[in-house]
């Protein structure tokens, strides 16, 4: 089993650009989070997903989107980048929703 | 809103040594959970503390989660260089994280 798979690893933006940040997971999980690490801030919740066709907030949604087609993967979109997006992010899933998480190895994102 | 504080922010210290770090908050929580991220990682959990008073331990690290089930601590005997890390708690049902203990210890 690969677990979770995030790609690209990383990617600079100019501002104003818009791109998806992949997630798969091959372990068959209902829940799928996305969140936001920034140094000294710990890990933010941006969206997660309790099953295919199901989404929802956390904590800092704003500026992203996200959709859920099927089980295994969970983009993240950014539609209009902005320099306060620079960030490393991490998808993770569950087989519960407060359950152990298992995350990916992250995406290193730099808007400019 | 649930907020969990961590405590301290860094710590750097020389192997051999013992260590404690906390993790706080005004909240109960139903559990409670501690992840360890390397660099260039995503996190990855160590342990779950689901019962006020609980202590667990994996090798040279010992939790414990209080009584009130507001807190919770990782205390670290005879640190190793490969202790090295970010040490995150974390609970709730979407999981609120800490901000996170960032460890060193030097050979």
Redesign the interface.
């Known amino acids: 089993n690969a677990g979770?798979t995030q790609t690209p690893k990383f990617r600079i933006l100019k501002i104003g650009q818009s791109m998806t940040l992949q997630c798969t997971q091959d372990m068959n999980h209902n829940y799928m989070?996305w969140?936001r690490q920034d140094p000294?801030?710990?890990?933010?919740?941006i969206y997660?997903s309790v099953g295919a066709g199901i989404t929802d907030k956390?904590?800092v949604p704003n500026g992203y989107n996200v959709s859920r087609s099927t089980t295994e993967d969970f983009p993240l979109r950014l539609e209009l980048a902005a320099p306060s997006q620079t960030s490393v992010y991490?998808c993770?899933s569950s087989s519960i929703?407060?359950g152990?998480?298992y995350?990916?190895?992250?995406t290193r994102l730099l808007v400019l | 809103t649930q907020l969990?504080e961590?405590s301290p922010?860094f710590l750097s210290i020389q192997e051999g040594e013992n260590l404690t770090v906390y993790c706080n908050s005004s909240s109960v929580f139903?559990?409670l959970?501690w992840y360890r991220q390397e660099p260039?990682?995503?996190?990855?959990?160590l342990v779950?503390v689901v019962t006020g008073g609980e202590v667990k331990k994996l090798k040279r690290l010992t939790f414990q989660f209080g009584d009130a089930r507001k807190d919770s601590s990782l205390h670290i005997t005879a640190a190793q260089p490969g202790d090295t890390g970010l040490y995150?708690c974390?609970g709730?049902?979407?999981?609120?994280?800490?901000?996170?203990t960032e460890l060193s210890v030097k050979p």
């Open positions: 979770v989070y969140y000294g801030m710990g890990l933010k919740l997660y956390g904590e991490f993770a929703l407060s152990t998480q995350f990916g190895p992250g | 969990l961590q922010q139903s559990s959970q260039g990682e995503g996190p990855v959990l779950t995150l974390a709730g049902g979407k999981l609120i994280f800490g901000q996170g």
